[in-house]
Structure formats: structure tokens, C-alpha cells
């Protein structure tokens, strides 16, 4: 059952860009069994999705990886060429990104641009003719999959004639096309009305039993997370700052971080008006990161030694830990209790 | 308490090119919808996107001219007079703080564009101090004053927004989706400020957003919007808890909780489809394409705008029925 699908350890990765190396990943580890699904939480800039990028081999220049090892599916993607990746890229890991207006491509029909991923990855040997055929027919089962209406119609249309929901269920076609092991779901609903987001993530759902697939949800929307993951990584500037199950995370937060930013969202369910709690200050500079704990500068109850030094993980369970001098403390206190 | 703001039968359509000539269509934006604000209160509006609410604020500070209808404010009937005294009292925070501050103005350009125009500083040095202590007023600071918009993050950005805001020290803000492009964590803190100039300055909003949790939050009374109509309007309390409209219903089950125990216990109504198009709006109750309770008299009649509880409004046939 709890086959590792994918594993990343210690994933280092910098941009080189013109004002100095800005450390987008700083020692990331996650590990994913088959059948999960994983939600990475943080605000922009904290690396979720160049974690994922990483993954496809999708690190845009001046971006590369400095350290670690990405395992997943058999492949060493850390070491894999350009070539190797086209032929993973769709096939074993697909991706659908934030905005589907603009990652459709606007001159081609959406046929034509599911058919392509089944196309180049087809190793039937069948003849052109009869091979495009195939092409269609998979493509008008995989509209039918993901709920659209005359998907023979829509074969034909181009993606201006649709409407965002409409487009973005086409981008999970296009992501499905060749039953993928992996979806990398890049905040696929935030462009989306909240209607059509509870569309898009029951089917999202849905389709995940049907195909058996694992999927990474990345969004900063924790309503989103709770209702879809099992785990669930935090992540502060490139760094995951707290990892665990989702009952973990929401009922037994460890980290500052992750406590402050769910006292920070307002409740629909709240009877009571009650002053939210904000994180006080800015996210943080990645050209000039603190020496510490990033999020040092932000804590109510920052210590001497997080200005410093880079707290180590503290284990809670077998799933959940986190990355807090706090924490480290309060175990040293019970074991020095115990003793 | 007193009435700062009211519209009566708003209607606020754009001429859309057509097919056929001769033949005129519009692009029903806001079609008749009628509202107050009290002194000193907050007003939520929701709705999803091209439902006509950001069309509606617009159009209350007559940014757009009204098809039809009439804006009172403070008693007096603004929608064909010459707005500028009442730019004073009524101003805007828009979405997209990336977008609505001109990269070529200094901060406190920008913050003292308004000063200049109404001539609100004798001299030099009193503008300048009207600009830091409005910058202060939104948590910067005066040495942030000769600097430019890219110089800053999207919570700062927004601060300076609203600091131009308050520049001309307004009765009135709309806050068009103030905060829907910022970060999680940084939505708290320009929340936190809005509410905490409220009190501070006696301002009375108009709060536009599709979130329904940050709306319900910050407002005291919320319109629910569905193309280019109001269906529902309440307390925060009654929108959220006891619905009534069956679009509201969907919108708010739609919304995901941040609590697993909720989320994975709660009954989802997930809408079949889309909006439909504002050109073509549907017969009868608009909603009705997409209800899960539409009969043929939806399709007849227009369910009209009627008090379900004092001070709760409904626009639904069937609303008693479905409450049971």
C-alpha cells in the first residue's frame, strides 16, 4: 500500500539572478507514498511551486539545483537530461497551473492540444491515420471525464470559447491525457468563482479514485487543503517549516507560523465577531535572509537563539514534525524532567 | 440611524456590439438594484465574478453614469450632479495594488495628488505634514514618502492606497476587493486597519469581495449579487447562518472551511454550471438555470424582493418552503 511514489531530500535550489543567489529551496525533504494527497501551504515567494517545478524538471533559468536528491517513480530527476524529461513530462507527472486562461495555448482548438500529449507519448506503433483517430476518441472520453457537454463540439472550439471553469476542466484533460502516476495541481482554483472551485476540486477528487493517482495540491487557501489533503507541508521561505497530517496541522499546530496564519483567517462558521489575528511585519527578502529561522523577525516569541541559528526538526509522531527553537525547547524540558 | 447612502432601483447597463444591425444589446450589469447604507456601517457585497458588484460600486461614486435610478447621499439626489464637492466625502480602495498607483509618482505624490486637487494645504510644509501623518495613520512611515510603488510589497501598496483614501478625509469608501490580491497572512493586518480607521475616523463602507468569509467578518449587513441583482440581503449573522435564497445556500456550502472535522462532516451543494451570460440573462428568476429547486413558475415570473424577517430580504418563490 504505502509505496513511495516520491522523494525528496534535501533539495537545494538557487536562482542566480543579477542582484545576488537567492536560495528559493533551502533543504527541502517530502515524501510521498502512491494514492496521497499532499498540500503545500505558504505565500508567494515561499517556494511551493518552484518545489514542484523541480519535480518536472521545470526550473527556469537563472534557477538550478545546488544540492539534494529528487527520486520519484523509479527516475533520478536531479540528474535526468531535457530528453529524458519529455519523455516523463505528461506521461508519469502532469501539471495544471493557476490561471487557465492564460496557459492554454489561444491559436490552437482543444482538441488539438489534447490530442498532443497522447500523441507524443504513444508507443502503439500504430499508422498516422489511425492513430489520430485513437487520439479523438481518447480525448472525447477524457471531456466526458471531466464533465464537460458535447465534448465532439468542443473538440472544435478554441479556448476564448469557453469559459474559465470550462477551460480549466480542459487543463485536468490535458493532465490526465495519459493517466499520469502524479498531478501537480499549481493553485488550480484561484482564478476560479467559489462555485466552480467546489466543482473543480470534487472532480478533482473524483478522478483521483477513478485513475489511482497522487496529487500535490499547492495554494494558500488552508480551506482548500483541509477539504482535499491528508498531508499537509507549511512552508516559509524555501523552507518546510512544519509537516503533517492534516488533523495535525489544523488541531495540533507546532509552529509559530502555522498558528499565527490560521488565527489570521476569518471563519464563515464564527457566530461571534471576534479581532483577527494578523503576522505582523513583511515576508521576508530571499536576496537578504535572516541567518535564523526566516520567520524570526515575524515571531511573537522570538528567542535569542533564532536569530542565530537554524532550528533542527523536532519529531511529534511518525508524520508530524516541525522546525521551531520553541518546540526543541520544550522537548528538552521533558526529557530533562524525566531524567 | 441615519442613511449615508441609498440607491433606489439602480440600473446600469453597457452597449455591447451585436450581430444584426440596427439591433441594440446591452450587457445588464446591474439591473435594478435597490440598497441603503447606514452611517458609520460597514456593507458587505458578494457575489462571483461579472455578477455586477464592483459595476455597482463604481457607479454609486458615479465613476460610471447610471442608466436609470437614483444615488442619495446624505439626503441629497447625486446622480446628475456635478460630482466634485462629493469626491471629498466619497472615495475608492481599488483591487489590484500592483495596478492603481503610478509607477512614475513618488508615495507621496501620489498621497498629495488629492490634497492638491481640492486644495486642502495652505502651503508646502503642511502638505507635507498631512502626507506623513496619513502615512502614519496606515502603519508607514514619513522617509517612505519619496519613494516608488515597486519599491514596496502588495500589503504596503495597499496601505498607500488606502492612505490616498483617506487623503481628503472621505464620510465614504468603497473598498473594491481591497485585499483579494494579497497574501493570507497580510489580509488580517490590512483587514485589522480598516476596521480600526472605522472606528478611529467614523467612516462608513461599502465592502466589495467574493470572499464570503473575510465579508461576513468586517460587515454588518450583506447583499448577496447574482447577475446584476441582488437575491438575497441580511445581517452578516442571517446571510451566513440562516439563509434563505437557495444561491446564497450553495455559496456559502461552496466555500471551503478551513477545519477538517467541518469540511469533511459538511454536505456540499455543488452547482451544475456556470454563470449565465448578462447579455441573455435568463427568463424569470436568473438563478433558475442552475437551481437544484427551479420550477416552470421560475421561469415565468420574477420572484419579487420581499421581507422575509424584518430587515432580511429574499428574492426567491419557494424561500418559505425551502426553509423547512
Redesign the interface.
Given at each position: 500500500m504505502s509505496e513511495t511514489l516520491l522523494d525528496i531530500k534535501n533539495l537545494r535550489l538557487s536562482f542566480f539572478t543579477p542582484a545576488g543567489e537567492v536560495k528559493a529551496l533551502n533543504d527541502i525533504s517530502i515524501k510521498m507514498n502512491k494514492g496521497d494527497v499532499l498540500g503545500i501551504v505558504g505565500e508567494s515567494g515561499s517556494g511551493k511551486s518552484v518545489t514542484s517545478y523541480a519535480v518536472m524538471g521545470l526550473t527556469a533559468y537563472p534557477g538550478r539545483i545546488v544540492g539534494g536528491t529528487i527520486d520519484f517513480n523509479g527516475h533520478k530527476v536531479h540528474e535526468m537530461t531535457e530528453k529524458e524529461f519529455r519523455k516523463m513530462r505528461g506521461k508519469e507527472v502532469s501539471i495544471i497551473f493557476q490561471d487557465p486562461m492564460t496557459s492554454l495555448n489561444p491559436v490552437y482548438t482543444i482538441g488539438n492540444q489534447i490530442c498532443e500529449s497522447i500523441l507524443l507519448h504513444d508507443e502503439s506503433g500504430l499508422p498516422k491515420k489511425e492513430l489520430k483517430k485513437k487520439a479523438k476518441a481518447r480525448a472525447i472520453e477524457l471531456l466526458t471525464l471531466v464533465g464537460i457537454n458535447e465534448p465532439e463540439k468542443r473538440l472544435k472550439q478554441y479556448p476564448h470559447e469557453l469559459s474559465g471553469g470550462m477551460r480549466q476542466r480542459v487543463m485536468i484533460a490535458i493532465a490526465l491525457a495519459c493517466e499520469p502516476k502524479l498531478l501537480i495541481a499549481d493553485e488550480p482554483t484561484t482564478a476560479l468563482d467559489v462555485t466552480i472551485q467546489a466543482q473543480i476540486l470534487e472532480l478533482m477528487l473524483e478522478l483521483k479514485d477513478k485513475i489511482g493517482m497522487s496529487i500535490i495540491m499547492i495554494t494558500h487557501d488552508l480551506g482548500v487543503v483541509s477539504n482535499m489533503c491528508e498531508k499537509i507541508a507549511v512552508m516559509y521561505a524555501g523552507k518546510i517549516v512544519e509537516f503533517g497530517s492534516t488533523d495535525e496541522i489544523f488541531y495540533n499546530p507546532k509552529h509559530e507560523y502555522t498558528k499565527g496564519l490560521l488565527k489570521s483567517i476569518p471563519k464563515l462558521t464564527d457566530e461571534e465577531k471576534e479581532k483577527l489575528v494578523p503576522i505582523e511585519g513583511t515576508p521576508v527578502d530571499m536576496l537578504n535572509p535572516p541567518k535564523g529561522c526566516p520567520f524570526a523577525p515575524r515571531c511573537k516569541s522570538c528567542m535569542k537563539i533564532c536569530i542565530e541559528k537554524m532550528p533542527p526538526y523536532t519529531d511529534f509522531s511518525d508524520t508530524h514534525y516541525s522546525a521551531c527553537w520553541l518546540t526543541q525547547k520544550e522537548e528538552f524540558l521533558k526529557e530533562e524532567g524525566n531524567n | 440611524m441615519e442613511k449615508l447612502i441609498e440607491v433606489k432601483n439602480l440600473k446600469q447597463y453597457f452597449p455591447v456590439s451585436s450581430n444584426k444591425m440596427f439591433e441594440k444589446k446591452y450587457v445588464k450589469a446591474v439591473d435594478d438594484v435597490s440598497f441603503y447604507i447606514n452611517k458609520g456601517e460597514t456593507f458587505g457585497l458578494v457575489g462571483?465574478?461579472g455578477c455586477g458588484k464592483t459595476t455597482t460600486g463604481r457607479t454609486i461614486l458615479r465613476l460610471n453614469k447610471p442608466t436609470s435610478g437614483q444615488i442619495i447621499y446624505d439626503g441629497v439626489d447625486i446622480t446628475k450632479v456635478n460630482m466634485k464637492p462629493y469626491r471629498k466625502k466619497m472615495q475608492i480602495v481599488f483591487q489590484d495594488p500592483y495596478a492603481s498607483l503610478d509607477p512614475r509618482m513618488t508615495v507621496g505624490d501620489i498621497v498629495g495628488e488629492a490634497i492638491d486637487i481640492h486644495k486642502l494645504a495652505k502651503n508646502k510644509k503642511e502638505r507635507k505634514e498631512m502626507i506623513v501623518s496619513l502615512l502614519e495613520k496606515v502603519g508607514l512611515n514619513s522617509e517612505h514618502a519619496n519613494r516608488y510603488p515597486h519599491e514596496f510589497?502588495g500589503?504596503?501598496r495597499q496601505r498607500i492606497g488606502i492612505a490616498r483614501a483617506l487623503a481628503v478625509n472621505p464620510e465614504f469608501i468603497v473598498c473594491d476587493e481591497p485585499i483579494s490580491a494579497l497574501?493570507?497572512?497580510?489580509?488580517?493586518?490590512v483587514?485589522?486597519m480598516f476596521?480600526d480607521l472605522q472606528k478611529e475616523l467614523g467612516l462608513t463602507y461599502l465592502f466589495i469581495a467574493?470572499?464570503?468569509?473575510?465579508v461576513?467578518?468586517i460587515s454588518d449587513r450583506i447583499g448577496v449579487m447574482y447577475l446584476g441583482k441582488i437575491v438575497e440581503l441580511g445581517t452578516s449573522?442571517e446571510i451566513?447562518?440562516d439563509s434563505l435564497h437557495p444561491y446564497t445556500k450553495?455559496?456559502?456550502?461552496?466555500?471551503?472551511?478551513?477545519?477538517?472535522?467541518?469540511?469533511r462532516s459538511r454536505k456540499?451543494i455543488?452547482?451544475e454550471g456556470?454563470?449565465p451570460s448578462p447579455v441573455n440573462p435568463p427568463s424569470g428568476c436568473r438563478f433558475r438555470t442552475r437551481c437544484p429547486h427551479a420550477t416552470e413558475l421560475c421561469a415565468e415570473k420574477e420572484p419579487e424582493f420581499v421581507e422575509a424577517t424584518p430587515g432580511h430580504f429574499v428574492a426567491c418563490h419557494y424561500y418559505k418552503e425551502l426553509k423547512k
Open positions: - | 462571483e465574478s510589497s500589503g504596503q497574501d493570507v497572512s497580510i489580509q488580517a493586518q483587514v485589522n476596521e467574493h470572499d464570503l468569509s473575510i461576513k467578518h449573522n451566513a447562518f450553495s455559496l456559502i456550502s461552496a466555500i471551503p472551511i478551513p477545519d477538517p472535522e467541518i469540511s456540499r455543488v452547482l456556470d454563470v
